[in-house]
C-alpha cells in the first residue's frame, strides 16, 4: 500500500552562510551563502575579497 502524498518525505536543501564579523563593531563585513556540501575554508578568498583593501583585518 503506498503512502498518501502528503506522508512522503521530502528531501530537505540546506543553506550555509559563511560571514566574516568585525570583532569590534560586531558589523556584517562579508557575506556568502553557500550550499550545505561548501566548507569554511573554501570560502576565505570570497569573503576576503568583499573587504576594502584599505581596512585593516
Known sequence: MARPKAWRAKRRLWRKIHNG????????????VTGSNVGDAPMLPELL??????VEI
Open 49 to 54: 575579497d568583499q573587504i576594502p583593501a584599505d
Open 21 to 32: 564579523v568585525d570583532e569590534q563593531t560586531l558589523e556584517i563585513r562579508a557575506i556568502e
